[in-house]
Protein backbone atom coordinates (compact mmCIF):
# COMPACT_ATOMS: atom_id res chain seq x y z
CA UNK A 1 0.00 0.00 0.00
CA UNK A 2 2.99 2.76 1.15
CA UNK A 3 4.35 1.68 -2.37
CA UNK A 4 1.51 2.20 -4.43
CA UNK A 5 0.79 5.68 -2.70
CA UNK A 6 4.08 6.90 -3.20
CA UNK A 7 3.62 5.69 -7.27
CA UNK A 8 0.49 8.12 -6.78
CA UNK A 9 2.50 10.58 -5.54
CA UNK A 10 5.28 10.92 -7.70
CA UNK A 11 2.97 10.33 -10.76
CA UNK A 12 0.67 13.57 -9.72
CA UNK A 13 3.83 15.44 -9.28
CA UNK A 14 5.19 14.65 -12.63
CA UNK A 15 1.71 15.37 -14.22
CA UNK A 16 0.23 18.78 -12.64
CA UNK A 17 4.67 19.78 -12.18
CA UNK A 18 6.16 21.08 -8.69
CA UNK A 19 7.54 24.23 -7.82
CA UNK A 20 10.08 24.02 -6.39
CA UNK A 21 11.40 21.46 -8.63
CA UNK A 22 14.94 19.90 -9.63
CA UNK A 23 17.73 21.29 -8.82
CA UNK A 24 19.80 23.11 -11.51
CA UNK A 25 22.02 20.54 -13.65
CA UNK A 26 25.99 20.54 -12.34
CA UNK A 27 27.37 17.95 -14.99
CA UNK A 28 27.00 17.69 -18.86
CA UNK A 29 23.93 16.07 -20.51
CA UNK A 30 22.24 16.47 -16.68
CA UNK A 31 19.04 18.34 -16.80
CA UNK A 32 16.42 20.07 -13.93
CA UNK A 33 12.63 20.53 -14.41
CA UNK A 34 9.66 22.44 -12.58
CA UNK A 35 6.94 23.08 -13.86
CA UNK A 36 3.25 24.44 -12.04
CA UNK A 37 -0.51 23.76 -13.03
CA UNK A 38 -1.62 25.84 -15.91
CA UNK A 39 -5.39 26.57 -16.45
CA UNK A 40 -7.07 29.13 -18.93
CA UNK A 41 -10.49 30.18 -18.89
CA UNK A 42 -12.74 32.92 -19.73
CA UNK A 43 -16.60 33.45 -18.28
CA UNK A 44 -18.77 35.18 -21.37
CA UNK A 45 -21.76 37.62 -19.44
CA UNK A 46 -24.72 38.42 -21.84
CA UNK A 47 -24.69 42.14 -23.01
CA UNK A 48 -27.37 44.63 -21.76
CA UNK A 49 -28.14 47.98 -20.60
CA UNK A 50 -26.95 47.09 -17.11
CA UNK A 51 -24.05 49.42 -14.95
CA UNK A 52 -21.11 47.14 -14.93
CA UNK A 53 -17.53 48.08 -13.85
CA UNK A 54 -14.50 47.49 -15.75
CA UNK A 55 -10.95 47.67 -16.40
CA UNK A 56 -8.93 49.69 -18.91
CA UNK A 57 -9.04 46.35 -20.88
CA UNK A 58 -13.00 46.80 -20.45
CA UNK A 59 -13.23 43.26 -18.54
CA UNK A 60 -15.76 43.05 -15.72
CA UNK A 61 -14.37 43.45 -12.41
CA UNK A 62 -15.34 40.87 -10.56
CA UNK A 63 -12.87 41.95 -7.14
CA UNK A 64 -10.56 44.95 -6.96
CA UNK A 65 -7.69 43.58 -5.90
CA UNK A 66 -4.41 45.46 -4.82
CA UNK A 67 -1.77 43.07 -3.98
CA UNK A 68 1.26 44.72 -2.55
CA UNK A 69 3.30 41.45 -1.98
CA UNK A 70 5.65 40.91 0.42
CA UNK A 71 6.99 43.53 2.38
CA UNK A 72 9.60 43.67 4.89
CA UNK A 73 9.53 45.39 8.15
CA UNK A 74 12.17 47.71 8.29
CA UNK A 75 13.13 47.54 4.46
CA UNK A 76 10.19 48.19 2.59
CA UNK A 77 9.32 51.54 1.31
CA UNK A 78 5.74 53.22 0.03
CA UNK A 79 4.33 50.70 -2.13
CA UNK A 80 1.30 52.38 -4.55
CA UNK A 81 -1.08 50.08 -6.94
CA UNK A 82 -2.79 52.09 -9.66
CA UNK A 83 -5.98 50.40 -11.49
CA UNK A 84 -8.43 52.17 -13.82
CA UNK A 85 -11.83 51.73 -12.99
CA UNK A 86 -14.66 52.25 -15.36
CA UNK A 87 -18.31 52.77 -15.20
CA UNK A 88 -20.41 51.79 -18.41
CA UNK A 89 -23.18 49.61 -19.75
CA UNK A 90 -22.70 45.65 -19.98
CA UNK A 91 -23.48 46.38 -23.96
CA UNK A 92 -20.75 49.04 -24.19
CA UNK A 93 -23.49 51.78 -26.03
CA UNK A 94 -23.95 55.48 -24.71
CA UNK A 95 -25.95 55.90 -21.27
CA UNK A 96 -28.98 58.16 -22.49
CA UNK A 97 -31.22 56.62 -25.54
CA UNK A 98 -31.60 60.03 -27.01
CA UNK A 99 -28.14 61.61 -26.37
CA UNK A 100 -29.82 64.57 -24.91
CA UNK A 101 -30.08 63.43 -20.86
CA UNK A 102 -27.58 64.19 -18.53
CA UNK A 103 -26.30 62.81 -15.22
CA UNK A 104 -23.91 62.49 -12.98
CA UNK A 105 -21.67 59.88 -11.62
CA UNK A 106 -20.23 59.13 -8.40
CA UNK A 107 -17.93 56.80 -7.11
CA UNK A 108 -17.36 55.67 -3.65
CA UNK A 109 -16.15 53.10 -0.89
CA UNK A 110 -16.47 51.33 1.98
CA UNK A 111 -14.95 49.26 4.35
CA UNK A 112 -16.87 46.02 5.98
CA UNK A 113 -18.45 47.98 8.56
CA UNK A 114 -19.62 50.24 5.89
CA UNK A 115 -17.57 53.21 7.24
CA UNK A 116 -16.67 55.33 4.31
CA UNK A 117 -13.24 55.54 2.46
CA UNK A 118 -12.86 59.05 2.26
CA UNK A 119 -10.61 58.60 -0.93
CA UNK A 120 -8.84 62.04 -0.57
CA UNK A 121 -5.65 60.18 0.66
CA UNK A 122 -6.43 60.18 4.48
CA UNK A 123 -5.55 57.09 6.07
CA UNK A 124 -8.73 55.07 5.65
CA UNK A 125 -8.59 51.38 5.50
CA UNK A 126 -6.86 49.37 8.34
CA UNK A 127 -5.33 46.31 7.10
CA UNK A 128 -6.23 43.87 9.70
CA UNK A 129 -3.04 41.48 10.46
CA UNK A 130 -4.00 37.06 10.21
CA UNK A 131 -1.91 34.39 11.45
CA UNK A 132 1.00 35.60 14.04
CA UNK A 133 -0.13 39.07 13.07
CA UNK A 134 -3.49 38.47 14.65
CA UNK A 135 -4.40 41.67 16.71
CA UNK A 136 -2.18 43.69 14.47
CA UNK A 137 -2.90 46.56 11.94
CA UNK A 138 -1.47 48.68 9.24
CA UNK A 139 -2.82 52.02 7.93
CA UNK A 140 -3.64 52.42 3.87
CA UNK A 141 -5.17 54.49 2.12
CA UNK A 142 -7.48 54.24 -1.17
CA UNK A 143 -7.11 57.65 -3.66
CA UNK A 144 -10.08 58.31 -6.57
CA UNK A 145 -12.02 60.75 -7.61
CA UNK A 146 -14.68 62.11 -5.10
CA UNK A 147 -17.42 64.09 -5.79
CA UNK A 148 -20.07 64.30 -8.70
CA UNK A 149 -18.86 63.98 -12.44
CA UNK A 150 -21.11 65.51 -14.95
CA UNK A 151 -22.07 62.83 -17.47
CA UNK A 152 -23.78 63.43 -20.88
CA UNK A 153 -26.31 60.89 -22.44
CA UNK A 154 -23.51 60.29 -25.30
CA UNK A 155 -20.77 59.15 -23.08
CA UNK A 156 -19.89 55.77 -22.74
CA UNK A 157 -18.14 55.58 -20.09
CA UNK A 158 -16.54 57.25 -16.58
CA UNK A 159 -13.66 56.60 -15.12
CA UNK A 160 -11.20 57.24 -12.14
CA UNK A 161 -7.60 55.85 -11.35
CA UNK A 162 -7.57 54.27 -7.81
CA UNK A 163 -4.28 54.17 -6.36
CA UNK A 164 -3.76 52.06 -3.29
CA UNK A 165 -1.01 53.02 -1.19
CA UNK A 166 0.37 51.10 2.01
CA UNK A 167 3.06 53.15 3.74
CA UNK A 168 6.67 51.79 4.65
CA UNK A 169 6.40 49.33 7.44
CA UNK A 170 8.29 49.87 10.77
CA UNK A 171 10.67 47.59 11.66
CA UNK A 172 8.53 46.32 14.53
CA UNK A 173 5.79 45.22 12.66
CA UNK A 174 4.96 41.86 13.45
CA UNK A 175 5.39 39.61 10.16
CA UNK A 176 2.09 37.84 8.70
CA UNK A 177 -0.96 38.71 6.00
CA UNK A 178 -2.77 41.48 6.70
CA UNK A 179 -6.04 42.33 4.55
CA UNK A 180 -8.56 45.29 4.38
CA UNK A 181 -11.33 44.46 2.66
CA UNK A 182 -14.86 46.77 1.50
CA UNK A 183 -17.12 47.65 -1.55
CA UNK A 184 -16.03 49.94 -4.70
CA UNK A 185 -19.04 51.27 -5.93
CA UNK A 186 -20.82 53.42 -8.82
CA UNK A 187 -23.89 55.74 -8.82
CA UNK A 188 -25.19 56.84 -11.92
CA UNK A 189 -28.03 58.98 -11.68
CA UNK A 190 -29.99 61.06 -13.93
CA UNK A 191 -30.59 64.63 -13.99
CA UNK A 192 -34.27 66.36 -13.58
CA UNK A 193 -34.14 68.25 -16.99
Same mark, same amino acid.
Given at each position: $?????? +?? $??????????? !????? !???????????????? @???????? !???????? =?????????????? $???? &????? @?????? @? &?? @????????????????????????? +? =? !???? =???????????? #????????????????????? #???? &?? $???????? #??????????????? #??? =?????????
Amino acid at each position: $MKKYLL +GM $MALTTVAFGAN !PGEVV !PTAGGESGKVGVPMEV @RVTVLPKG !PQLVLVDE =NNTLIDKLTFDHGN $MVAG &LSKES @RIEKEV @R &LA @RADGKQFGTTGSESYKAKFEASDLN +G =N !PIVG =NGDKNLALNGHG #GASGESIDSTLNFITGDITVK #GTDK &LV $MTKVTSVV #GAISEDQKAGLYVGS #GTF =NATLTMNNN
